[in-house]
T-cell receptor, first 114, second 112 residues
Framework: EPEVTQTPSHQVTQMGQEVILRCVPI?????FYWYRQILGQKVEFLVS????????KSEIFDDQFSVERPDGSNFTLKIRSTKLEDSAMYFC????????????FGPGTRLTVT | QKEVEQNSGPLSVPEGAIASLNCTYS??????FFWYRQYSGKSPELIMS????GDKEDGRFTAQLNKASQYVSLLIRDSQPSDSATYLC????????????FGKGTSLLVTP
């Protein structure tokens, strides 16, 4: 069964560094998303991406964040100048679109900023 | 601020019983409603989607939606210990957005 994959599973970085989180969405899906979940808190929407551009973003998704679809399979989230409060699980999700709205989540990347 | 509210639990039910999980939402423009299951340390796993008022059944799971009351629920029949997890209610944001607004989740414990 097709699934969303994410790498790495765990990333440790120092405050102020840049990180890139990678995702491979399900191959025939057209919509891609990033969410985060701080430990003990709810899942929060960051950004959605369709047709090579951002379609929605939350207040969390400020200039520190960017997304890219560098090729036909990968979808990345870049976090510049990381802060302690960026420590969280980051989930990539994808949906088929075209009237199908179910979002399927990848296993997540645990980001730890020290 | 659009809210999705769930009782945090834990909701404890004996094996074989029906577990009832509830969710209310504030955004009247929402059109798509989802239930996810999340085991500790894992990612959300989609269980059910529902878009129209009424009931939708899938195996042991039944989702119920009442848009007038802004209420969505999930029933789990014949609960099993493996159903012990946190159940997340998710609602799309606004009339046409795909982004999901999640509740904090209800912790379900099924005791043998």
């Amino acid at each position: 069964e097709p699934e969303v994959t994410q790498t790495p599973s765990h990333q440790v970085t120092q405050m102020g560094q840049e990180v890139i989180l990678r995702c491979v969405p399900i191959s025939n899906h057209l919509y891609f998303y990033w969410y985060r979940q701080i430990l003990g808190q709810k899942v929060e929407f960051l950004v959605s991406f369709y047709n090579n551009e951002i379609s929605e973003k939350s207040e969390i998704f400020d200039d520190q964040f960017s997304v890219e679809r560098p090729d036909g399979s990968n979808f990345t989230l870049k976090i510049r100048s990381t802060k302690l409060e960026d420590s969280a699980m980051y989930f990539c999700a994808s949906s088929e679109g075209m009237g199908s709205y179910e979002q399927y989540f990848g296993p997540g990347t645990r980001l730890t900023v020290t | 601020q659009k809210e999705v509210e769930q009782n945090s639990g834990p909701l404890s039910v004996p094996e074989g019983a029906i577990a009832s999980l509830n969710c209310t939402y504030s955004d009247r423009g929402s059109q798509s409603f989802f239930w996810y299951r999340q085991y500790s340390g894992k990612s959300p796993e989609l269980i059910m989607s529902i878009y129209s008022n009424g009931d939708k059944e899938d195996g042991r799971f039944t989702a119920q939606l009442n848009k007038a009351s802004q209420y969505v629920s999930l029933l789990i029949r014949d609960s099993q210990p493996s159903d012990s997890a946190t159940y997340l209610c998710a609602v799309n944001m606004g009339n046409s957005g795909y982004a999901l607004n999640f509740g904090k989740g209800t912790s379900l414990l099924v005791t043998p």
